[in-house]
């Protein structure tokens, strides 16, 4: 049976799912930019919840840094080129702020962004500095600074989160830790999952009986600490309900990816966004883009057939190389589905450094396409692409988010500008 072709003539497209592409596609809605989003399946569900804005600085050897605005004025120094750099410190505040507002209205909540980092809880029972936690998880890192007496929830048969673990790799720094064991309500035995368990949370005769489970075995705690496991969509109100329950201040941490907060925001953008006007075409990898002169011409297609988008600007935001933004094979690393130049290490035997915890980091990491002042991306002779097509995200090059901290800051920051940049193309004289 022949499928028809579906049409779509939109003022701008966004190609990624991940962070960077979330962002953008909320800031254009917050313009009133009529927007499609489509791409492959992002990292969103492999995040931790955590908003980092710069945790750790190349010229310090990855130390981690407690003023990330300092940092970025290091950066500006130091690092030129990084994508942080090139942006104004107002512009990142108000990409942050207009960001967790965006996420905020939509139904979860996140700390509105200081001027210091905060020290958040991993799941290792580590610390990470990072600008903005969801709200599920500020009263673990309230309970941190004051070193509260505190018990941290496992659950038997859950697998990469151990209280335990994050007990002894904490307990120097916080003697009041405790941990506990439980098992989790109706869950008798086998492998258990946080994302099942989040589901199951959403019922509150669940949350009843978790909470009878918890009183139990925790008498004298100031806050309880659990895995993140409040509800996938509506985890505000679960907290809330199960904290009247047990009378005393809960926190969530992150487990291993993938981990609930980020499906949380990856569910909570595919509901909304279409509801807000967004044409969203979740989970189907853009198959080509032609730029012509006045238009942008995307082909991709779905279960139900062919799409081909007609879009007078483009948002780059397709991620590194877990979401297909970039590939890597033995003569170099590619940007596939455009041709774009990458920037990266003349051969690939300097792709890595000899000790894999080296301080300078790897210089893979590093790589990624050239933009410029405007997030456009470059050719071989430094030439605008087209002047309609931007960038953003963790594809730019020249950073190493991983070792720098700051996925979420570069993700948001220049989503933001990218947007700001579409705009002024698609109403020159409004800019």
Known sequence: MKQNTRRIDTDLTVIGSGLAGVAASSFALGRNIKTAQAGNTGALAYTTGYFDLLGGLRACGGVSICDPWEGIRTLRKTEPLHPLARIAEDDIRASFEEFIT??????????????????????AGTLKKTLSVPATMQAGVDAFSRKAQCTIIDFRG???????????????????????????PEIEQGEIYPEVLARALEVPDNRAKLAEAVKAVVSDAEAIGMPAIFGIHAP?????????????????IPTIPPSVPGIRLREMFEQIFPQKGLTLIPQQKVLSVDLQEKIIKLDLKDNYG???????????????FISGGLEAHMEGITEPLLGLPVTQPASRNLWYEKHYMNKEGHEIHRTGIEVDEQFRPLDREGKVVHHGLFGAGILLAHQDWIRGRCGAGIAVATAYKAVQAALSFLQPTAA
Request: proline share 6%.
């Open 102 to 123: 965006f996420l905020d209205k939509c139904g979860i909540a996140y700390g509105k962004p200081g001027d210091r980092n905060l020290d958040a809880l991993t799941p």
């Open 236 to 252: 505000d109100k679960v907290m809330a309900d199960l904290q009247d329950r047990l009378g005393i201040p809960i926190f969530e």
């Open 158 to 184: 859950l697998k990469g989160f151990s209280s335990r673990q994050i007990v002894a790799n904490l307990q120097n720094d916080w003697p009041q830790l405790r941990a506990k064991r439980i098992i989790f």
């Open 306 to 320: 062919p799409i081909h988008i007609n879009s007078r600007t483009v948002i780059l935001a397709t991620g590194r």
